[in-house]
């Protein structure tokens, strides 16, 4: 990866990732609302998708994706410092799933804290990680996106209930002596912020579709070459192309625009659904164990959702 004028930073040591057992597929719902495979798949790409049992939280589903991470990292938990969780369906706001999942993790005193940029929030915490590496504020970091979106959801609307699912994954980010995560490249657009929203405690997630698919579609192409330019790679030179697993829609047509002509494209909302933070996280851990990308090779990740908030960048795959 080349960026200028930076000298060293931050790169992703390991991922990992959890999923709850409980696999709904389209034919299940079918059974509970007026929709049916072939409707669900031709309008979001989904096939099936894992929903967490009621006594599972987003904490628990973080310390198990957290824990794996940090196994494969081969750190222990006394050489982490600062552990970020993404996460925007908390069940109550304190505390925070940060310090929860440390403790749980054995990590001593680390600093803590969440990131809510909904379905972007994983690469803002990304970037948060690498800079922090990056300025000698931390050593190591636990990155976690996790997301119970099952306990939001009116399982009678089909326009979110076929969409969005529950899991968790992480990343631990460390020092490196060449950069491996490049410049992330964020942004908002506060005047969409009431297409997806959820307006108070005893309300479900809303989401306008179109309007979401028009902005996705148009809006997040530059944004991902931008962060390709920022990393000094050409998107020739991608071996995957990682965004949020919003819509297969969604990610095909930003995967054509840029031009990732040789990268693998990870479509994991086929078998997990849309998981927020969780997605890209859970999206390559998998696309890992699969053998499907290999080490050392550049992924472009890109996350979008809620807000509406962006955030993408380069990384060099553990």
């Known amino acids: 990866m080349r960026i200028p004028d930076i000298a060293g930073g931050g790169r992703v040591l390991a991922f990992g990732h959890y999923q709850p057992p409980n696999v709904v597929t389209n034919d299940d ?3 509970t609302m007026d929709t049916n495979d072939e409707w669900i798949q031709s309008r979001v790409g989904i096939k099936e998708r894992r929903v967490a049992p009621a006594e599972e939280s987003v904490e628990d589903m973080a310390t198990i994706a957290g824990g794996k991470a940090l196994a494969a990292s081969g750190l222990s938990p006394d050489e982490v ?3 970020i969780v993404a996460t925007c369906t908390l069940e109550s706001q304190i505390p925070n ?3 929860v999942v440390a403790h749980r993790l054995g990590i001593q005193s680390p600093g803590a804290f969440d990131v809510n940029a ?3 929030g994983f690469c803002y915490a990304l970037g948060t990680a690498s800079a922090a590496v990056r300025a000698g504020s931390a050593r190591n970091v636990l990155v976690i996106g996790s997301e119970k979106l099952s306990q939001w959801l009116d399982w009678t609307d089909r ?3 076929v969409i969005f699912a529950d899991g968790a994954g992480a990343a631990v980010v460390g020092p490196s002596e060449t950069p491996g995560i490049g410049p992330v490249v964020w942004g908002s657009a506060g005047d969409k912020s009431e297409a997806i929203a959820i307006k108070d405690r005893h309300d479900y997630l809303r989401q306008e579709g179109q309007t979401v698919f028009r902005w996705a579609t148009t809006a997040l192409a530059p944004v991902a070459l931008e962060a390709c330019a920022r990393a000094g790679v050409d998107p020739s030179e991608l071996a995957a192309f990682v965004p949020h697993q919003a819509n297969l829609r969604i990610i095909e047509a930003i995967a054509r625009k840029i031009g990732a002509d040789n990268a693998v494209i990870a479509r994991d909302i086929v078998t997990a659904g849309n998981t927020s933070a969780a997605s890209i996280p859970l999206a390559l851990s998998r696309m890992l164990e699969r053998g499907e ?3 050392g090779g550049l992924a472009l990740v ?3 959702g809620a807000g509406l908030t962006y955030a993408g960048q380069v990384i060099e795959i553990p």
């Open 97 to 99: 799933a940060s310090a």
């Open 293 to 295: 990308v290999g080490s």
């Open 159 to 161: 326009s979110t209930a």
């Open 118 to 120: 909904a379905c972007a």
């Open 29 to 31: 719902l079918a059974k």
């Open 81 to 83: 410092d600062l552990v």
């Open 302 to 304: 890109l996350g979008f």
